[in-house]
């Protein structure tokens, strides 16, 4: 007969500091969070209009309250009130996206719910779910979100070409890392992985197909730096056509 489990009282044996990576994240996440939801409802400096620089957190932007130029696909909706965002025809998808990446769901279920903690540490709670329940069998529907998420990376990309009629600025070249950053996150995802090769029973019938999906099977190895790197891009990225729309500074230009 096999023995019993360990009757062990301590919450965790591990005497390395494993709670520096729950940390981290936590602090990472809600500084993202905090910083793209006062930039979001901000409703100023987050276009320059002579070099076309457009902020990530506010394109699209469709409304009649955008600044003239600002919206590359015009005005179909009314002016908005203060307290809806310009951009809240992607905002609400590109966060589902990243709430429901898998990646960011072991990040925060770690870092703010404590399940578990981290490896080998024992969580607080008495009794789990998993995702089989509401609220969190909702997580399921990523892989409809990568679809809403790849239109917007094609459309920040627009913005990004669109910027380079101007000519080439520091603003330029912060609006291209960006725009790849956000491509190699969004391509390395797991739902885009499937999509191109998840059911597959013969790849040898689909050449094509199984290319793409080992392309992007070698970058899911690397999502979870992708996301970070994202994050600390699209901070970037805001605050540098920020500082340049208020005037706070000016734009270093390359090539005119």
């Known amino acids: 007969m096999a023995p019993g489990r360990a009757d062990i009282k301590a919450r965790t044996l591990r005497r390395d500091r494993w709670w520096l990576s729950p940390l981290v994240n936590a602090l990472g996440l809600a500084t993202f969070v905090v910083y793209a939801t006062i930039r979001s409802f901000w409703g100023s400096a987050y276009f320059v209009s002579e070099y076309r620089y ?4 506010y394109s699209p932007c469709f409304s009649a309250s955008c600044v003239p130029g600002s919206s590359h696909f015009g005005t179909f909706l009314p002016a908005f009130p203060p307290w809806i965002p310009l951009a809240i025809l992607s905002l609400p998808f590109l966060l589902g996206f990243r709430l ?25 709670h008495s009794k789990y779910s998993g995702e089989t329940r509401f609220p969190l069998i909702l997580q399921n529907a990523h892989r409809y979100f990568f679809y809403l998420a790849f239109v917007i990376s094609v459309i920040n990309t ?3 070409i669109v910027a380079f009629e101007t000519g080439i600025g520091l603003g330029n070249i912060i609006l291209l890392v960006n725009v790849v950053g956000l491509w190699l996150y969004t391509a390395s995802c797991h739902s885009c992985r499937h999509i191109t090769g998840g059911r ?3 790849f040898s019938r689909h050449p094509v197909r199984y290319k793409i999906w080992t392309t992007v099977s ?11 790197i994202t994050i600390g891009t699209l901070i970037l990225t805001d605050l540098y056509i920020m500082l340049v729309a208020s005037g706070t500074i000016s734009d270093l230009r390359i090539v005119n």
Request: contains cysteine; hydrophobic residues 35%; positive net charge.
């Open 54 to 57: 457009l902020s990530p957190f």
């Open 100 to 124: 429901t990446c898998y990646y960011y769901r072991k990040s925060y279920y770690r870092a703010f719910w404590s399940s578990p903690p981290a490896c080998a540490v024992a969580e607080p």
């Open 158 to 160: 627009y913005d990004m």
């Open 200 to 202: 597959l029973k013969h």
């Open 218 to 228: 070698k970058l899911n190895t690397r999502h979870m730096l992708f996301a970070w």
